[in-house]
């Protein structure tokens, strides 16, 4: 037996040896398989070789080790006992020395001892097959060694058969964090090594499948599909639905339903060989790039998509099959139609489920060497002919083990790369291997080997003049269609603009639409800061937060982003004329008509729904449109203001979502809003300790609000422009003159002072002048509080002026107050989410009702959140306050200010006043925190306002 003395390997560019060529994934029907995942043995030594490899020879005594679970991260197993995740986004966190890592290199060793099941065939042989290992991995069964591999996020086999024993067989595995492989593995995420997904031994029965290539494409001209599974082993192929019974390599062409995302028709079949029943599930569909246009089945497809990353806030990177479907089923519910798996290759289980709920899929491959850019590019591994085996390998491990998904249409190459001879090597290899899907990669703008022009975090003018073929670049970039690969990027309160994106996307053909950056965030479960990010595991280098900017929560709870995209990217556009009763329906999809869903009006007075009914909306084919009476308003004497809305849910249930759930709605005014207004009748009276008026009480010397009508008011109401940026606010720091969050703090709007000019109680106001500015500026706002009262209700105007040179907007313009008692909160306006100038396209207008805590949105890095768009009024604290006009509305159990200075939501807490936001103006939230800021229809200009709210009791 001779082992390896040196760990040379783990430097290596190679990709490793020993493997088995790579091949497609599957499950077979009757060979036999045994998961090894479970409880092994675990001992962590510092580096590559601190203990010798004898704990790989039978009989070794591995009592004494620790144990983790597989698949799983050994870094978030042991409660911080085996070290802990490090997140950084481009930077190696070790020196920028290929292929070398460093000396201090956390190195796992895993043991599991098995026995075979006892009817495991004593013939044929077998492979053991290992999902994902990051970042490379030496192993032994039974004290042979099999050799070693890099690439993470890619299936590795290694035939043992001649190996194993009936019982007590010894599988060995060293696994170390760092290697040559971590050089093109720097991708956006927390480092995490472990073999973190399954462990399969496969049986191979003599003259079994081994691999296997199904080609079934549809012609959208005759409505046929043609079928041709080329395998390794010959046998034949069946297709009970489709009457097909041919032999493998042999053409069949009949009439089919085609495969789409919208329509995934499957169909089962069986592979059969001498040895082994390999069960199939077909779609149909052609891929092609035709007419400058990315087309599925000869139609122009909008991908309408996310960035996926693998994340469980426990478990990492290692996920199970239902956490698998709650994203698809999650994705499928809010209308996503794509999901781009950033940036590797995912758990082939996920794109069985694309497969059968219907996402197309961009598969990207496990590559990015984004952290050469810090010095620009130079020893790029995708430019140096060294590494292209280990580039090749990578490329062939994704596509021979993806090949036969449906749901596949484009192969990416990886993700900022930079450019490079490996890559184009990459492209060449794929297109020669699979002529029948498109190649995509963003890093290269001239699109030397993609058919796609791919770019992120392109600004909406820059996208419109792609939309209108006016940005020149190369002929070959010229000829290509264009998607956003990444797009409104969802870190904190946010994306704005997606609305205006999604505008232009189906403004221009060119324009096949985008995917947002991202799915998830990357929250660690943490027991003191309920969730952690970047730094909080005391990494010298790290990028913080940056990590949690998904459209879900690390638990999975939609985030409001998630909400807006659901909304914004509807299949179904539904837009009403109210005055004249009609509303016009469009279908956006690419494929199906409208029968699955059923239509449904009803008509809301004040918020509250009087009527509603049923809407006959004839089955349009996609890009069809029609216009449907609705019926004779309701008669109602109430008088209040009047809107239809107009719903589009599943008419039957469907595998993702059960009958009626809502799939799109539009809303539209039937009668205006009677604005609330009454006669300033009554006159303050002003005493020594008081001035009262109508039902409430002031401080004479500053005006101050006391009470209303026994409402004690803690902190009077005063103008506020305040908000804890967002991260969107901060931007990024390579955007330096249009960070508002910075430019704010450094003008000092953090810090506004209030001078009280004069308290006037005149005949029919009592009018209180301030001037409201930040120290060592000469900026301030001018600003004029008038109370009125008709003897029950108070009314206060607010008039802003703005003096001095205003170069920047306002975070917001409003009052904050503080109420001592509040928890219930009903109100009439958008809901039932928040809601920004930009992101207000799913708030709804109607009756809502939540608690002062429930109006929280629970951001991992606290910051502005929970606004209610267009309110006409809201109640809580015993207060009714309505607004002329509308408002957006926000109440907290915690100042700006301590929202601000908290990094966890554990930093939180509850004090003893109720702060209470009314805004006339919000700024927009934009995506600078990678994209572009706020479009300037979104901005919140400093300028004269003048805004009201009248307050009541509810008591
Ligand atoms: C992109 C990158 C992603 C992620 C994103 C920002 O440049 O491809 O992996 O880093 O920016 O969150």
């Known amino acids: 037996m001779s082992f390896r003395t040196t760990a040379d390997y783990v430097e290596d560019v190679s ?32 580096t590559v070789d601190a203990e010798d490899d004898s704990f790989a020879e039978e009989g070794y005594d591995a009592g004494g080790w620790a144990e983790v679970t597989v698949p799983g991260h050994w870094v978030l197993q042991g409660d911080g006992a085996f070290g802990s995740p490090i997140y950084t986004n481009h930077l190696y966190p070790f020196p920028v020395d290929p292929p070398h890592v460093p000396t201090e290199n956390p190195t796992g060793d895993h043991l599991r001892v098995f026995d075979l099941p006892a009817d495991w065939p004593a013939d044929g042989g077998a492979v053991l097959r290992f999902d994902g290992v990051e970042s490379c991995a030496r192993l032994w069964l039974n004290g042979t060694e099999l050799g070693e591999f890099k690439g993470s996020r890619l299936a590795h086999e290694f035939a043992v058969g001649h190996l194993l024993k009936p019982g007590g ?34 049986h191979r029965p003599a003259g079994s499948v081994g691999d296997f290539f199904v080609h079934a494409s549809y012609d959208h001209t005759t409505g046929e599909g043609t079928l041709r599974v080329d395998s390794d082993a010959e046998g034949r192929v069946t297709v009970p639905g489709l009457d097909i019974d041919v032999a493998t390599g042999e ?199 993609t058919d796609v022009y791919s770019r992120m975090y392109a600004f909406h003018d820059e996208v419109e003049k792609i939309g209108q073929q006016l940005d020149g670049g190369t002929r070959g970039r010229r000829a290509l269609p264009f998607i956003q690969c990444e797009y409104g990027h969802a870190m904190g309160n946010g994306p704005g603009g997606l609305a205006d994106y999604q505008e232009l996307f189906e403004k221009y053909e060119r324009l096949q639409g985008g995917f947002i950056w991202e799915w998830i965030d990357h929250g660690v479960k943490h027991a003191e800061l309920g969730y952690a990010y970047g730094g909080d595991f005391g990494e010298e280098l790290h990028d913080g937060n940056f990590v949690c900017d998904g459209l879900v929560f690390p638990d999975r709870t939609p985030s409001p982003g998630l909400i807006e995209y659901k909304k914004v990217i509807e299949p179904v556009h539904i837009e009403g004329d109210g005055a004249n009763g009609i509303v016009r329906i469009t279908n956006k999809q690419d494929f ?46 109430r008088g209040g203001e009047r809107q239809w809305t107009v719903r589009a849910l599943l008419a039957d249930d469907t595998v993702w979502a059960p009958k009626d759930h809502v799939v799109a709605w539009g809303q539209f005014a039937a009668g205006a809003r009677p604005l609330p207004s009454f006669p300033a009748s009554d006159r303050p009276a002003a005493a020594t300790d008081r001035i009262t008026l109508g039902p409430a009480e002031f401080d004479p010397r500053t005006g101050a609000l006391r009470s209303i009508g026994g409402v004690a008011v803690g902190a009077a109401p005063r103008l506020d422009v305040w908000r804890a940026p967002t991260d969107n606010d901060d931007g990024a720091e390579w955007q330096t003159d249009t960070r508002y969050g910075m430019l704010w703090r450094t003008l000092g709007l953090h810090r506004m002072r209030h001078r009280l000019v004069s308290v006037e109680a005149g005949d029919d106001a009592l009018t209180v002048r301030t001037r409201v500015a930040p120290a060592a500026r000469e900026v301030g706002l001018d600003t004029v509080y008038r109370w009125t009262s008709d003897g029950e209700r108070l009314r206060l105007t607010v008039s802003v002026t703005p003096e001095g040179d205003w170069t920047v907007p306002l975070p917001r313009l409003g009052v904050r107050f503080g109420l001592p008692e509040a928890d219930r909160v009903e109100w009439f306006g958008g809901g039932p989410g928040e809601a920004y100038p930009d992101t207000s ?59 601000e200075a908290a990094r966890h939501r554990t930093d939180l807490t509850a004090g003893d006043t109720v702060w209470v936001n009314l805004d006339h103006g919000q700024h927009g939230i934009g995506s600078q925190s990678c994209g572009p800021g706020p479009l300037p229809q979104y901005f919140l200009k400093a300028e004269p306002a003048e805004f009201s709210f009248v307050f009541s009791t509810t008591g």
């Open 251 to 449: 053409s069949v062409t009949v009439a089919v339903e085609p495969w789409t995302a919208e329509t995934p028709k499957l169909y089962d079949g069986v592979l059969a060989t001498e040895g082994e029943r390999v069960p199939l599930r077909i779609g149909f569909r052609t891929v092609a790039l035709e007419d400058g246009l990315i087309k599925v089945n000869g139609k122009a497809v909008l991908f309408k998509g996310v960035n996926r990353h693998e994340w469980h806030p426990e478990k990492g990177r290692a996920l199970d099959l239902e956490t698998m479907r709650e994203d698809v089923l999650l994705m499928k519910r809010h209308n996503l139609n794509a999901v781009r798996t950033s940036h590797y290759p995912p758990h082939p289980a996920f794109l069985d489920l694309c497969d059968e709920y219907g996402l197309w899929v961009i598969d990207e491959c496990d590559l990015e060497t984004h952290g050469f850019t810090e010095q620009d590019w130079r020893d790029n591994p995708v430019d140096d002919d060294r590494w292209t085996p280990a580039l090749l390998d990578r490329a062939e491990r994704m596509v021979e083990r993806d090949k036969n998904h449906p749901s596949v249409v484009f192969w990416s190459l990886g993700n900022e790369a930079g450019t490079g001879r490996g890559l184009t090597a990459m492209a060449e290899w794929i297109h020669g291997r699979d002529p029948e899907r498109l190649v995509h990669y963003e890093g290269d703008w001239n699109c030397r080997d």
């Open 169 to 202: 067989n010894v599988l060995a595995v060293r696994v170390h964090q760092w290697s040559a492989g971590s050089y093109l593995e720097d991708q956006d995420q927390w480092w995490l090594p472990g073999i973190f997904r399954d462990v399969t031994l496969l």
């Open 592 to 637: 199906a008509d409208l029968s699955a869903l059923a239509f449904e009006w009803s008509c809301q007075v004040d918020g509250e729904t009087v009527e509603s009914g049923s809407l006959a909306v004839p089955a349009l084919a996609p890009g069809e449109s029609a216009e449907v009476k609705l019926p004779e308003p309701p008669v109602d004497g």
């Open 15 to 46: 990709p490793g040896s020993g493997a088995l060529p790579a091949r497609a994934w599957y499950a077979s029907s009757d060979a036999k398989a045994l998961s090894l995942n479970g409880s092994w043995r675990f001992r962590l030594s510092a």
């Open 841 to 899: 396209t799913a708030s709804m207008v109607g009756r809502w009702q939540s608690t002062v805590d429930g109006l929280q949105t629970p951001y991992v890095r606290p910051q502005e959140n929970g606004a209610r768009a267009d309110v006409r009024w809201v109640e809580l604290g015993g207060l009714r306050i309505e607004g002329d006009p509308e408002f957006w509305f926000t109440a907290r159990r915690w100042t700006t200010e301590q929202l």
